[in-house]
């Protein structure tokens, strides 16, 4: 139902949940993701806001911050013909690497997290993960 599809390693879960405060940001958020016996965890979640491009802008803008702000900037990124842009995290004994992906009025975030001992393997799985995005709808 989220109009983009990806690869995943492993038999994935996939939801939608339609928020019903009416303050929060989000109005509906589909999400696909899997966890292995490892503890590592693959999510991509495309997150439609109430107030639609404004808010997807805002959004993206503070993952565009952070990305400036980060040892290793990437630069000006595209996926799937859109801007984006890639953030790693390490903090204690884990590692997160996230992209978003800013699509017309909606947020594509995608996350692999996992513990620091499995670094090396994530590194190439994450790639393979990012790179494999496809949107299928506006």
């Known amino acids: 139902g989220g109009g983009f599809s990806v690869q995943l ?5 996939d939801f939608t949940v339609t928020e019903t405060d009416p ?22 979640s495309r ?5 639609g491009a404004d ?14 702000r980060s040892s ?3 630069g000006a990124l595209h996926a ?6 890639d ?7 884990a590692v997160v690497y996230q992209r978003a992906v800013l699509l017309e009025s909606d947020l594509l975030l995608m996350i692999v997290e996992a513990p620091r001992e499995h670094e090396a ?13 496809r949107i299928s709808t506006p």
Do not use: C
């Open 87 to 93: 953030l790693v995290e390490r903090k204690g004994n």
């Open 23 to 44: 303050k929060s940001a989000a109005l509906r958020t589909h999400v696909v993701g899997v966890k292995s016996q490892e503890g590592i965890k693959f999510t991509a």
């Open 72 to 74: 290793a900037p990437r």
């Open 55 to 68: 808010s997807a802008k805002s959004f993206f803008s503070n993952f565009e911050k952070a990305g400036s």
């Open 9 to 13: 390693p492993l038999k994935f879960n």
């Open 47 to 51: 997150i439609v806001y109430r107030k």
């Open 80 to 85: 799937a013909g859109r801007r984006a842009v």
């Open 121 to 133: 393997l994530v590194e190439g799985l994450t790639k393979r993960f990012f790179d494999s995005l």
